[in-house]
């Protein structure tokens, strides 16, 4: 299974975007799904996550304003980011996660840069 992640882009804080990573195979295959993130000169973090069963988990950074959702029959997994902030600034990857970590598949990830 491949992953492509897109939507990011340019945007000013305070806006939406929504970011949509599409599998090229069924998503449910995974033990969850995430949306992880790198800003210059940090290390890539979780920040929202779905299992299979459907629960999600959030990083506190972007509780209440991020949204991670999915589509089955899309195999698409979805971060809508709302009121987004200078800090939410940095490239995002879609996560495939397995029960062995190093098996994880990645997707490439897509830049989202908020402007004050």
């Known amino acids: 299974v491949q992953l492509q992640a897109s939507g990011g882009g340019l945007v000013q804080a305070g806006v939406s975007l929504r970011l949509s990573c599409v599998a090229s195979?069924?998503?449910?295959?995974?033990?969850?799904m995430g949306w992880y993130r790198q800003a210059p000169g940090n290390e890539r973090e979780l920040i929202a996550r779905i299992a299979s069963g459907g629960i999600t988990d959030y990083a506190d950074a972007v509780k209440g304003r991020f949204t991670i959702s999915r589509d089955g029959a899309k195999n698409t997994v979805y971060l809508q980011m709302n009121n987004l902030k200078p800090e939410d600034t940095a490239v995002y990857y879609c996560?495939?996660?397995?029960?062995?970590?190093?098996?994880?598949?990645w997707g490439k990830g897509t830049l989202v840069t908020v402007s004050s």
């Open positions: 195979g069924s998503i449910f295959g995974f033990l969850a």
């Open positions: 996560n495939g996660e397995n029960a062995i970590r190093r098996r994880d598949i």
